[in-house]
């Protein structure tokens, strides 16, 4: 009977700590994957003024995120699928000089022609992994855009500013 309540009593403690620690998990990846913009910030952008002619991608990366590291090579990436693609990087604070905030980063901005074409997450998933990456496609002319995509519904992985 003791050697019985010993074991329940075990595989209660087990279950508690799995609880305790996947709750504590989720917390944490709540804090870098999710809606890219839940509040709509994004859609308060204004186009920053005198872009080069061509194709012009600003990254936006904050180098304490821990997507950081992943965007950057997503970005390598596209840089050498799109050599014409001129790539700026930024900080936060170097892109606030230019104006309104960004809801989080990593994110980008496309111009093309010196239009702004596309602002949001890189790509969509917990990765920023290049296999499901947005702007692929819209650079290589694959998808074509009515007008501005303010990408704020993705779930994507980001810091929130």
């Keep these: 009977?003791?050697?019985?309540?010993?074991?329940?009593?075990?595989?209660?403690?087990?279950?508690?700590?799995?609880?305790?620690?996947?709750?504590?998990?989720?917390?944490?990846?709540?804090?870098?994957?999710?809606?890219?913009?839940?509040?709509?910030?994004?859609?308060?952008?204004?186009?920053?003024?005198?872009?080069?002619?061509?194709?012009?991608?600003?990254?936006?990366?904050?180098p304490h995120c821990s997507c950081a590291r992943a965007a950057r090579a997503h970005l390598q990436q596209l840089k050498q699928q799109n050599p014409g693609l001129v790539l700026q990087e930024l900080t936060p604070a170097q892109w606030r000089q230019y104006g309104t905030a960004l809801p989080a980063t990593p994110a980008v901005l496309w111009y093309q022609q010196q239009q702004l074409r596309y602002a949001g997450p890189l790509a969509q998933g917990p990765l920023c992994a290049s296999s499901s990456d947005l702007l692929l496609p819209l650079l290589q002319g694959k998808q074509q855009l009515a007008g501005v995509w303010l990408n704020s519904e993705t779930v994507a992985c980001r810091c929130l500013s």
């Design 1 to 62: 009977m003791l050697n019985i309540k010993r074991q329940w009593l075990l595989g209660l403690g087990l279950a508690c700590w799995a609880l305790i620690s996947l709750s504590v998990l989720a917390v944490f990846e709540q804090q870098r994957y999710g809606v890219f913009d839940p509040t709509g910030r994004l859609q308060q952008l204004q186009p920053r003024a005198a872009m080069p002619a061509g194709n012009l991608l600003v990254a936006v990366i904050d």
